[in-house]
Nanobody
Framework: QVRLVESGGGLVQPGGSLRLSCAASGSIFKINIMGWYRQAPGKERELVADISSGSNTRYADSVKDRFTISRDNVKNTVHLQMNSLKPEDTAVYYC?????????????WGQGTQVTVSP
């Protein structure tokens, strides 16, 4: 059982910044990939950014050069720094963790945190 605790969502004006955090705990030997997905009303869930255990990163084209993903391997935590936010960034953001214990691999999802960008 892997537990994910998300924080940092909220309401911000266009051009503002937010920092999302997600901490993983439980039956974990190694975390392979940590990342963030988002889903806006009427749209499918999409990858925002993720980061591997070797610190390789991927970003959606729409957030490249504005968002930065990072991880703390000691605390099993991933952060998403979101700058220059736009109204189209409004969505529920979900933390994703791909982890391994002594026996198998797991996909884990957070419950989601709301990000709203509005004047």
């Amino acid at each position: 059982q892997v537990r994910l605790v998300e924080s940092g969502g909220g309401l911000v004006q266009p051009g503002g910044s937010l920092r999302l955090s997600c901490a993983a705990s439980g039956s974990i030997f190694k975390i392979n990939i940590m990342g963030w997905y988002r889903q806006a009303p009427g749209k499918e869930r999409e990858l925002v950014a993720d980061i591997s255990s070797g610190s390789n990163t991927r970003y959606a084209d729409s957030v490249k050069d504005r968002f930065t993903i990072s991880r703390d391997n000691v605390k099993n935590t991933v952060h998403l720094q979101m700058n220059s936010l736009k109204p189209e960034d409004t969505a529920v953001y979900y933390c994703y963790v791909d982890s391994t214990n002594a026996f198998r691999r797991f996909d884990s999802w957070g419950q989601g945190t709301q990000v709203t960008v509005s004047p």
